[in-house]
């Protein structure tokens, strides 16, 4: 069974700290991993990832995906209080193209 | 970009009544769309896949006379909430891959829709 573990589940900072947010997987057929961004509703897209070891880079946030120890990790750098939210790492499977979530991240930006 | 309409945005309904949730695709042309649930503090779960010309697929656990998927057309699936209890509130949304512009474009998720069943 294809599954998503994100750690840590919860992280309080403070506004300018750096944070690495954890994802690893178990899937039968790996075609992507996504990492998106959830606020009060639904979740935005950052990235999606499907080599590894090529670093993606978006402002302060940055991914990378490492397919031989079947992680990725999530950083955001200098971070602010509108960080603050819910960071979902998901995996596609290549051949349902289903996406199977992690538990989530909530991340907790204080001034 | 590929933009993905969910509706309506939120419902209040009694218990014992139905509720119909539409997810549109506005520019492209979905064969495919998911339906995910989520529950406060819990992650997306997966409920069903909606096919285009033919059943759903459903995941385990999920019940397809409770929960029934309509996917007429390549820009509209509808999922249907029957006699729906207290337990059925949830936050519920939608999802659909763009793939016949590009093959590897990521999931793009309606605005989900906020059942609340009284």
Redesign the interface.
């Known amino acids: 069974e294809d599954k998503v573990v994100q750690s840590p589940l919860s992280l309080v900072v403070h506004e300018g700290d750096t944070v690495t947010l954890n994802c690893s997987y178990e899937v039968t057929n790996f075609r992507s991993l996504l990492w998106y961004k959830q606020e009060k509703k639904a979740p935005t897209f950052l990235f999606m990832l499907t080599s590894s070891g090529i670093e993606k880079k978006s402002g302060r946030l940055s991914s990378i995906l490492d397919k031989k120890e079947l992680f990725s990790i999530l950083n955001i750098t200098a971070t602010q209080t509108g960080d603050s939210a819910i960071y979902l790492c998901a995996v596609e499977d290549g051949g349902s193209e289903k996406l199977v979530f992690g538990k989530g991240t909530k991340l907790t930006v204080n001034p | 970009g590929a933009v993905v309409s969910?509706h309506p945005s939120w419902v209040i309904c009694k218990s014992g009544t139905s509720v119909k949730i539409e997810c549109r695709s506005l520019d492209f042309q979905a064969t495919?769309m998911?339906w995910?649930r989520q529950f406060p503090k819990?992650?997306?779960?997966?409920m069903a896949?909606s096919n285009e010309g033919s059943k759903a697929t459903y995941e385990q656990g999920v019940e397809k006379d409770k929960f029934l998927i309509n996917h007429a057309s390549l820009t509209l699936s509808t999922l249907t909430v029957t006699s729906a209890h207290p337990e059925d509130s949830s936050f519920y949304?939608c999802?659909a891959?763009d793939?016949l512009s590009s093959y590897?474009s990521?999931?793009?998720?309606?605005?989900?829709t906020r059942l609340t069943v009284t």
Do not use: D
């Open positions: 969910q495919t998911f995910y819990q992650s997306l779960m997966l896949t949304i999802s891959p793939r590897n990521p999931l793009h998720f309606g605005n989900g």
